[in-house]
């Protein structure tokens, strides 16, 4: 195994990349170097790649710590403080490196294969960039802060005891339905108590967001982020057929799956409180007692599918690579983030001893794969992928991973667990389309009030969402969209998870016929990083690159053979 940082003459391996004081005399350094030829330029590249790497490892680590801790106010302005004083000196440095690569006379010599999609990008990073956009993009980053930290200060009393929000979860598997009720009603309570503070930051958010679109002659923040996230290959038109398609062949399965539900459950309506019990009564699933159970089980189930996969996944098993319990202080969700220097992956969860623990860390791994199998190239900017390909790496995980759940449970429990998942799918899809239809509207109409938003939020939540009903709470259900931890800290990033579960499936499916083929596949596509367009990335795995209804059909038939052959 390649050790890392690896040698390079100009940032050295013990370099203090957190103070811009080290960091400026480095970046101006190759402002000032001369580029005489393609081959001083592409030095050039490998050692900005190098002083990136350092400096966005830095960045991570103090992410990392202020995630795992919210509540350490000394961590959290350790963390502020990079993100005002050092954060802003990067963008500016970056923005005058990447003028100075796409304008140099030589540029047009590099090789087109191996650098057409890097030139491309920092192509379209020049003509988006302006210096008034820094103070606003570090204001973004502070309230996306304060959101995580309301968030990773809510817990509930529930039963003579104190619980994180997602310990909250496995009462809501509870088969008696008072307990349920009372779970749910706690949680939402709570998440409301909150509602105007979280607003107040939305509303700033949408208004600098909408500024800094201004400030780069967009129309629109969508525009913008469009740009900013290099989405070459679809259009905000493309999004709405995958919403149509959503509506058209995923929401009539849900319904139809609430429907079962209530049947089998013998209710006149399905509440809120009822779409995660049991419909047969039994037990909840409990796939594993503590998170270092849940590293060991999951690591055999790795180990089953690949053995390579296995070796990787143990890699993260020492170097601080995992924090997964749920804990007081805690942000919320789950994520995997690359150290780029040392190449050494972090994942984060809040486990609560539930199914969905088990799917989110096989999803995360595959995340760490991806960055794994990617970690030689010597650009940083290849060894990240387009998102709606980086999913494609994670939620085939999830699939790929079915036949080996008895690592976790007895054979009549992976089957449960296996259709619990394939019926998630179904609605997760239709979630997706939800979040980003409300981005889409909440940046097209920058000048909305909060009433507006929230009836907005309920039409599409409607249009969407399962049919459940939510009499007597109503008001909560206008705030729903709060607890969607992308709309504060990762604006628009929300449609590649549909692309890519669309990915997912097919490789899935392709897993089904021929388990070798589909990993041979899924290696070929993720050794490639980011350095192929998007669909030519898809293409690599031998998957479509299309999300629109005609897709989307097939696919879900898919799923709905594979549930059928699942005992009920």
Known sequence: MTQYPPPNDYVPATLDASSWDVLEPLYKGLMDRPLSCSGCLESLLIDRSELDAAASESGANLYIDMTCHTDDESITKKFLDHVREVQPNLKEAGFQLDRRIVQCPHVDDLDKERYGVLIRNMEADVNLFREENIPIQTKDTELGTKYDEICGAMSVDFQGEEYTMPQMGKFLQDNDRSVREGAWVATMNRRYQDHDAIDAIYDEMIEIRNQMALNADCEDFREYMFKAMHRFDYTPADCESFHQGVEKVCVPLQHAGNRNRRAEMGVDSLRPWDLEVDVKGRTPLVPFKDDAELVTKTSSLFHRMDSGLGEMFDRLRGGGCLDLDSRKGKAPGGYQYNRDRTRIPFIFMNAAGLQRDVETMVHEAGHAFHSMLSEDDPLLAYRHSPIEFA??????????????????????????????????????????????????????????????????????????????????????????????????????????????????????????????????????????????????????????????????????????????????
Request: with cysteine; glycine share 6%.
């Open 391 to 568: 999913e494609v790496a994670s939620m085939s995980m999830e699939l790929l991973a079915h036949p080996f759940l008895g690592e976790f449970y007895s054979e009549e429990e992976a089957n449960r667990a296996r259709r619990l998942h394939l019926e998630g799918v179904v609605n997760s899809l239709c979630w997706i389309a939800t979040i980003d239809a409300y981005q889409h509207w909440i940046y097209t109409h920058p000048n909305h009030d909060r009433d507006q938003r929230d009836i907005y939020w309920l039409e599409l939540h409607a249009r969407f969402g399962p049919d459940v009903d939510w009499s007597g709470y109503e008001a909560q259900r206008a705030k729903f969209w709060q607890k969607q931890l992308h709309l504060f800290g990762v604006p628009f990033y929300y449609i590649e998870y549909g692309i890519a579960q669309l990915g997912a499936l097919q490789l899935w499916g392709q897993y089904r016929r021929d388990p070798d083929k589909a990993l041979a596949n899924y290696r070929k596509a993720m050794t490639l990083g980011g350095s192929r367009p998007l669909p030519e990335l898809f293409e690599a795995a031998e998957l479509r690159f299309d999300f629109g209804p005609g897709t989307m059909q097939l696919l879900m038939d898919d799923v709905q053979e594979a549930l059928a052959e699942l005992p009920a």
